[in-house]
């Protein structure tokens, strides 16, 4: 542990010794936290890169996926990501202006508003398991092995079957697919699944991640350790929940909005 | 170590980092810089001798032309684990962990990193990746080359790929924390006075590095986090069989790994600037421009990384466009090379070890940087791509570079670290028996690679064999260089001379401060009122601070 | 061991002694800065050595200087830049009317399949004085294909067709390496290149047991896997007409255009949709799993090989979507390119004459 005592006398309990002053130590800890989303892009930006490349490559398939994934939950989603933004700016306002139960039940709105992002998700890859859109060639990773051309053991067999969407949507703009060729897309969509759920699932890994943070604060906070002399940690926290919460909104257009077919489910 | 000796002249401080506190749990949950320095010190000798120890066995193994040493498959898992140790688990921490972490928050005049919790938290990652990489090796190793390329890491070999992948994650971590926390320390921790053009050289290389840290490693992170899911669950994002795109790999991979490499050797740059001003007793010459220097390697080594790919299927255009940048890494550290040369002259030159260090580096970085020209210019590099040139041109820039920089800066700094001297004698024969093997060792490959020998072969052709036995025998007279001063260290750990506050009688505020250090570092924190090496007015000055 | 052991590399190639120029010269100048580096501090070391009376004379540092030196390197740097790219262009670009071999690298062998039909693994028969042309594809990892000789090296990918070539120019057996670590017998895929007097060439391909010309085996594939139920040439067909596709500029579906290429026609044959040539429905199965590389490119041999049918306008709907040579200029100097390449080759009689007439 801290093996002296700092020679400064008296100061806040919460200026830790290497920093001189109040200021000194909010700034650093901001900058650092700058830092390191910073970094984060960076990791997403890798993901995301790879997603667009493969997206130039396999079009047809990526339009096929895009169609076959729910935009309604992930609308909702979407606007519930927003609200908790909304919930978490204000829990850091309340921590700036000193007031202490609003901070705590802003805290806890948040909390509330990510754990139904994340079972909406949840759902989400449920509806993925039950259409056997897990991606894995050939290999039978979670009970289901990947199938988009019906014949899943589903429980509504309509669902999940892309290969038969793409040749509706064809037939509606009167072009001729054959079921070899609207099965073989149907089967790169795969790859379309495959950064669907690395995507999402490291996005859902920040929110997970962000809930522990906000719980921590929510103890914090609850002691009374935030007022408007002391709320770095709050401020950092908000930060950070931000960030992930623009993640999103670049994930949500890009596997759900960009080019589904008119009408898709 | 915590009494004085009897000498008269410089006496050990009553109190210091190594004796405040006492108890493993003292130094486990240390928030000090220092004793995290030390700690990381402690592990990354580990693996550099685990790493080195691989060495030794491909060189024994290449003794002949046949393979009969080791299986193949025996011999690739030894490559890789020789490679993925030596770049993952010591030369990446080497410097900035090590030094960095101990002299840097000294240099800019603050008691601790600004965030000494997660410096911590980075020395625990790495504890926690090397983990993995240890139970990756005991099991049975990795046979992928340190490189991992897709399809073959993903789909094609057995060992342990998905283990080691994961080591290098957190260790990946571990390198951003600590980026991260020199970047802020740097820009909001500096002693008053300490302007960003009075800022050390070493300090400007370390946040050059940071950067690369900070923005290059999350990359190689999703990326192996990609190439473990394609193994672990088939998912097809690198291997064309399963509707990926392998070239796609090597753009990912290399874009973390080859600034990676200037996180290697930027640091180790830094070592060099302090050590040649201190032991030549004169300003460094160009300041600006060595500073600047490290920023730009830093800012070019991002866009440089397809030159790794010239005979990868890349097209023709982007090929003369990354070797066009390639040439412009290298100007920065060619006009470094000049000013470290030319602040030698008039200067009054004392050849203690760690000279000794910085000269052989200068000398082999040289020779290093020359001969990434070779491989930057593209017809040349579809000869000598993945031959032992290219093995040579790497062990040049990172043995004879950066392990160089990092023996000199561990001799520069042992007394401050210490506060005791190493033995002068076996230190200056060490440097000597390194600089001779490790030339033996890696002179002969420049030319069993222009010969066509390719890397990671278990068996080669009979004619090469001669150039192979020189270099297992330089080998062997550089392990003799690399295992001596592991004695001499720790005899000087007991036995060394008491150094004093400044015993090579340098600048820099770290030099002002007793040695070892205090854990706060300075009982009063220093304002600054000099420029950074201003030599030749120390004779007038004794800076002594109690 | 071998003491009589060699400091340089054969140079067997047309080549190998532009590489080695820029190789030395590299050497002189690396020799040059090394030496002067060396010099300069060991002269520094002991002329400025620290000593009882001497005191260091303290320079700032001077801007003309480092202006000096950022400017030679980047001088000398730019030199061998242009050398090393004007070298790599050369090198990177197959010339016409070379002698097109087939390669195909797994773990681990080399497998090659000269154009007469004759196979040989992990040796490579070439005659010298003539430009060879290696058309290279992996069936699993990435291999890399090294002749040491001849200065070439070429990443053997698994999922497209990449290029490299030479002109022989000295008798004798090389070194063929893989070059790309590609597993456990990485070190064993290795083989030899013989080079051959063209005479002996001639005799070597003679002696060979070949079953018929890549062409032909290419079409007996075509058949057998049914290509020829919907390529055909007549008006009806559901795919497009193939004769005098290769080399030409194809418009596909979404009104792009591209060159049908060797690249082009296996990612056809693999992943029909991806590019459907326009005025076509996407109706063709894929055949990945069911052809194996040696077939693929013994097919794309055998497409190479049907010339354009006077008696069938090259605008019908049968056939790919023809783009106007204006329209695309690059395209345009590949298509030229491609017909001077058919108009020379056609009088050598390489091209065996349109396979077994079984055109409807």
């Given amino acids: 542990m801290s093996t002296s005592q700092t020679t400064t006398t008296e100061h806040h309990p919460a200026l830790a010794h290497q920093f001189d002053s109040m200021e000194q130590q909010q700034d650093a800890s901001t900058f650092g936290m700058w830092v390191f989303l910073l970094t984060e892009i960076m990791m997403f930006g890798g993901l995301f890169t790879a997603y667009l490349i493969y997206r130039i490559k396999y079009y047809p398939a990526f339009v096929a996926g895009s169609t076959s994934i729910s935009v309604i939950w992930g609308f909702i989603n979407t606007l519930v990501l927003i609200c908790s933004s909304f919930t978490m700016a204000m829990a850091v306002w309340s921590a700036q202006t000193s007031r202490r139960k609003l901070q705590i039940w802003f805290l806890i709105g948040t909390m509330i508003l990510g754990s139904v992002f994340l079972g909406i998700k949840a759902k989400e890859y449920y509806d993925k398991y039950d259409e056997c859109h897990i991606p894995g060639l050939g290999h039978q990773i979670i009970g289901k092995p990947f199938n988009t051309t019906g014949g899943c053991s589903a429980t509504d067999s309509k669902l999940g079957n892309i290969s038969k969407e793409i040749r509706d949507h064809a037939a509606e703009s009167h072009e001729e697919v054959s079921k070899e060729s609207a099965d073989q897309t149907a089967d790169q969509t795969q790859i379309f699944f495959s950064f669907y759920f690395a995507m999402t699932g490291l996005h859902a890994f920040h929110m997970i991640i962000g809930l522990g943070l906000l719980t921590w604060l929510l103890m914090r906070a609850t002691r009374g350790h935030f007022d408007s002399q002391y709320y770095t940690p709050m401020e950092l926290g908000g930060l950070y929940w931000h960030f992930v919460d623009i993640v999103w909104i670049f994930l949500f257009p890009l596997l759900y909005l960009i080019s589904r077919h008119k009408g898709g489910a | ?546 | 061991m071998n003491l009589n052991f060699p400091i340089f590399p054969d140079q067997a190639s047309s080549m190998a002694w532009h590489v080695d120029a820029l190789y030395l010269f590299l050497v002189l100048l690396t020799t040059f800065f090394s030496v002067l580096i060396a010099v300069l501090i060991l002269y520094f070391a002991i002329k400025y050595r620290r000593r009882p009376g001497h005191v260091a004379q303290q320079i700032h540092g001077s801007t003309l200087l480092e202006i000096i030196w950022t400017v030679i390197p980047l001088g000398i740097s730019m030199v061998i830049f242009v050398w090393g790219a004007a070298l790599y262009y050369h090198m990177e670009r197959p010339p016409a009317n070379a002698l097109e071999i087939y390669g195909v690298g797994k773990q681990w062998m080399w497998k090659f399949q000269h154009p007469g039909g004759q196979r040989e693994i992990n040796t490579l028969h070439v005659p010298t004085g003539r430009d060879v042309k290696v058309t290279l594809i992996s069936q699993d990892v990435i291999h890399s294909f090294f002749v040491p000789a001849f200065r070439v090296k070429q990443d053997v990918l698994p999922n497209r067709y990449v290029f490299t070539w030479f002109r022989a120019t000295v008798p004798g057996t090389y070194h063929l390496f893989c070059s790309q670590y590609c597993g456990t017998k990485h070190s064993g895929m290795v083989g030899s290149v013989i080079v051959m007097t063209p005479e002996d060439y001639a005799t070597w391909l003679a002696s060979g047991k070949a079953e018929g010309s890549l062409a032909s085996l290419g079409e007996k594939a075509f058949q057998q896997y049914g290509c020829t139920t919907c390529h055909r040439p007549d008006s009806g067909a559901r795919g497009p007409n193939l004769e005098g596709l290769y080399g030409r500029p194809v418009r596909l579906t979404d009104n792009r255009v591209v060159l049908a290429d060797d690249n082009y026609i296996r990612e056809s044959i693999l992943e029909p949709n991806a590019k459907v040539v326009s005025g076509f429905q996407s109706i063709m199965p894929t055949f990945r799993g069911v052809v194996s590389e040696d077939e693929i490119m013994a097919i794309t041999e055998y497409i190479k090989h049907l010339a354009p049918q006077e008696s069938n306008p090259l605008n019908n709907r049968t056939t790919p979507t023809q783009i106007r040579d204006s329209e695309v200029p690059n395209i345009q100097q590949q298509n030229k390119q491609q017909n001077e390449q058919q108009q020379q080759q056609s009088p050598q009689g390489t091209r065996p004459a349109n396979p077994s007439g079984k055109k409807p």
């Fill in chain 2, 1 to 546: 170590m915590s009494t004085a000796t009897t000498t008269p002249a410089p006496v050990m401080p009553a109190r210091h980092f190594l004796n405040d506190n006492y108890g493993i749990r003292s130094w486990l949950l240390t928030k000090d810089h220092k004793r995290i320095a030390i700690l990381y010190l402690l592990s990354i000798t580990v693996f550099f001798f685990i790493g080195g120890i691989f060495a030794a066995l491909i060189r024994l193994h290449l003794l002949t032309p046949n393979g009969e040493l080791f299986s193949a498959d025996t011999y690739n898992r030894l490559f890789t684990m020789h490679g993925v140790n030596m770049i993952f688990f010591f030369l990446i921490p080497s410097v900035p962990a090590v030094i960095g972490n101990f002299v840097l928050p000294i240099m800019v005049g603050t008691k601790d990193l600004a965030f000494p919790k997660i410096n911590l938290l980075s020395w625990y990652l790495y504890i926690g990746g090397a983990t993995f990489s240890i139970i990756a090796m005991v099991s049975g190793g990795v046979d992928t080359g340190w490189t991992f390329y897709a399809p073959l890491s993903s789909g094609y070999l057995r060992g342990h790929v998905v283990l080691m992948a994961v080591g290098i994650l957190i260790v990946g971590f571990s390198s951003i924390f600590t980026g991260l926390n020199f970047i802020v320390t740097v820009h909001r921790m500096r002693a008053p006075g300490m302007t960003w053009g009075r800022l050390p050289l070493f300090v400007w290389s370390n946040y050059a590095a940071s950067l690369i840290m900070v923005l290059g490693t999350p990359v190689i992170a999703i990326t192996l986090t990609l190439l473990a899911l394609e193994r672990g669950f088939h998912i097809g994002i690198f291997d064309p069989k399963l509707g990926g795109d392998p070239v796609l790999f090597q753009h990912m991979f290399w874009f973390y790994s080859h600034p990676a490499v200037y996180i290697m050797i930027l640091p180790g740059m830094g070592v060099i600037s302090e050590i040649v001003p201190c032991f030549s007793r004169k300003r460094i010459f160009g300041y600006a421009f060595v500073a600047f220097s490290s920023i730009a390697i830093a800012v070019f080594g991002f866009v440089v990384w397809a030159h790794h790919m010239f005979v990868a299927g890349i097209s023709v255009y982007s090929a003369l466009v990354f070797s066009l940048l390639s040439y412009a890494v290298a100007i920065p550290s060619a006009v470094k090379v000049f000013n470290w040369t030319a602040t030698m002259y008039k200067g009054s030159v004392q050849m203690d070890t760690p000279m000794l260090y910085a000269m052989a580096f200068i000398g082999l970085f040289t020779i290093g940087g020359l001969t990434g020209l070779f491989l930057a210019a593209l017809g040349l590099d579809i000869h000598i791509h993945d031959t032992y040139f290219v093995v040579a041109h790497f062990h040049y820039v990172m043995v004879g570079g950066m392990v160089t920089a990092y023996m000199g800066g561990l001799h520069f700094w042992w007394p401050k670290m210490t506060g005791r001297m190493y033995p002068e004698v076996p230190a200056k024969l060490a440097a000597i028996v390194t600089f001779i093997g490790f030339n033996l060792t890696f002179f002969p490959q420049f030319i069993l690679g222009y010969m066509g020998m390719p890397r990671r072969y278990w068996a080669y052709p009979p004619e090469f064999q001669v150039l192979n036995v020189l270099s297992t025998a330089g080998a062997s007279i550089l392990s003799v260089g690399f295992i001596l001063p592991l004695f001499y260290f720790l005899w000087s750990l007991k036995y060394g001379e008491v150094a004093g506050n400044n015993p090579w009688k340098a600048t820099g505020l770290e030099w002002e401060t007793t040695s070892p250090p205090p854990t706060h570092n300075f009982h009063q924190i220093p304002i600054v009122t000099k420029d950074p090496y201003a030599y030749g007015e120390e004779e007038e000055e004794v800076p002594v601070v109690h």
